[in-house]
């Protein structure tokens, strides 16, 4: 697929899963309970232990029936490290005008992370493909999405952190394009117990809340 293709079906799920685990091994058995759970893209972060294997294990395993990208990525090194190991987007918690180069070389989708108006204009005038708003929870919620969508409509934003089923709608509602969910979907304790089914459900929930509330808008 092309990059604008696989842009497209991303912003037309609206939903990437946030996979973080202690255990390499456990972020491909959640990355399969999400699949089951209907989820269409699957963010692997570098913080996971052997986080480069596991991302081109999960692009070999499920690249076909997913679209798989990387996560916290820091700088420009790891961003290409992660393209080559199979990423077809890059998501970082700050803008680094360097990853996003990297993603434009290699026509991959650029998540930059910002706070502010400043910051996240200047993301997009590097040529981010959509922008991150994080940590959403300490910034003011939907609230301050609408806040954001006011001057810059044409600015496509992905809240991230602190997102869940209660918010969602109201992050859509208020012209997020995409949520990010980490911990709210992720069960650390459904993990450490291998309880992998808690996160094919939950994954339905939230999969079903964000399609109902594009419908909506």
């Known amino acids: 697929m092309k990059k604008q293709d696989i842009l497209g079906f ?18 491909i058995q959640v990355s ?10 699957l963010e692997i972060t570098m913080s996971v232990p052997k986080a480069l294997q596991v991302l081109e294990k999960a692009a070999d395993k ?19 490290a992660s393209i080559i190991a199979g990423a ?3 998501v970082s ?5 360097q990853v996003i180069e990297v993603c434009k070389r290699y026509t991959k989708i650029a998540i930059p ?10 993301a997009w005038e590097k040529g981010a493909d959509v922008v991150k708003v994080f940590p959403i929870n ?37 012209g997020a394009d995409m949520v990010g969910v980490g911990g709210s979907l992720v069960d650390k304790k459904a993990i450490v117990e291998g309880r992998f089914e808690i996160i094919t459900q939950r994954a339905k929930q939230f999969v079903h809340k964000v ?5 909506q808008e």
């Open 62 to 80: 499920f690249g076909d029936e997913v679209v798989v990208g990387a996560g916290t990525v820091l700088d420009p090194e790891t961003a290409r």
């Open 32 to 41: 399969e309970a999400m699949i089951k759970g209907e989820v269409k893209i």
């Open 93 to 97: 918690p700050n803008v680094n005008f």
């Open 138 to 174: 300490v910034l003011g919620g939907a609230k301050y999405i609408k806040a954001l969508k006011a001057p810059l409509p044409q600015i496509r934003l992905i809240p991230t952190g602190g997102v869940d089923l209660d918010n969602i709608t109201g992050m859509i509602k208020a």
């Open 10 to 27: 991303m912003l037309e799920s609206g939903l990437i899963p946030i996979i973080r685990t202690t255990l390499s091994e456990k972020a």
């Open 113 to 122: 992370g910002a706070m502010t108006p400043t910051e996240i204009l200047q």
């Open 211 to 215: 399609r109902e509330a594009k419908q």
């Open 88 to 90: 077809q987007f890059i």
